[in-house]
């Protein structure tokens, strides 16, 4: 789902995606808005039409999966609002270059040991 203006610019998107392996389900990947058109419900209206659509195409989805991160608040709303519900609760972790050599540098260096 693309939503553009009057000049033709991409104002608001939404992705989704039908795999015939899980005919009942429909995977929704990402939903972006513009950022000075934000505020606006634009993101939920994309949303909303694209759930339309897909059920129009394929009647036989019965569920939604998407995801989100947990600090998107925005969107997050807009999900609850829409009827999602949160089922798993993943996490993703990362750390930067600095804090991992600063850790590896307290810890002594592994060996691999000979063998005969």
Known sequence: MLLR???DEVVAVCDASWNQLYPD???QRLTGVAR???GKGL???VKAIMLQLVR???PEVVMAVTQNAEVNAPMLAI???LGFAAHRHDGA???GTESLRA???TRPLAVPEARA
Do not use: V
């Open 56 to 58: 129009e195409r394929h």
């Open 5 to 7: 203006d009057a000049n």
């Open 103 to 105: 850790f590896l540098s």
């Open 25 to 27: 389900r429909m995977f």
């Open 79 to 81: 999900n609850r609002q």
């Open 93 to 95: 972790y990362q750390i």
């Open 43 to 45: 993101a939920k209206g």
């Open 36 to 38: 000075h058109w934000r």
